[in-house]
């Protein structure tokens, strides 16, 4: 159990802790103007996806019962979630504050990385077959 813990939660853990700390770093924008905002965003939607990926891994290794449907509904619930804490946590960041737009861009990463998943079993699949 403490390894299953360690292997499939952990790294989980470990890129909220990352996400964590870049929403502590205050003032964070780049003398990049309209690139500074676009790298930002697609930065946001790779974290979520990636975010996606390790809590539906987790939660697929502790509830082998549960459909994949449902882990990954429940994945896609935990990345909102922690969206809308992250957005909260920023609103005590000097010079960052919650926002709306980030939540939904969250959202999309976790989208994306929820589609990638299911291409890749997808690939898995006519793999298998073939």
């Known amino acids: 159990m403490a390894k299953k813990i360690l292997v499939y939660w ?60 449902t882990i990954c509904l429940a994945a896609i619930a935990f990345s909102v979630l922690y969206a809308m804490s992250d957005e909260f946590h920023q609103s005590f960041v000097p010079g960052r504050g919650p926002s709306l737009i980030d939540v939904d861009i969250d959202t999309v990463g976790a989208l994306f990385g929820y589609l990638g998943y299911r291409l890749a079993a997808a690939g898995r699949q006519d793999v298998q077959n073939a």
């Open 10 to 69: 952990l790294p989980l853990l470990l890129w909220c802790s990352v996400i964590f700390f870049l929403s502590s770093i205050p003032h964070l924008k780049t003398n990049l103007g309209l690139w500074d905002l676009l790298l930002r965003k697609i930065a946001h939607m790779t974290e979520y996806a990636v975010l996606f990926l390790l809590s539906r891994r987790a939660l697929a290794a502790t509830f082998p019962l549960w459909q994949a449907r």
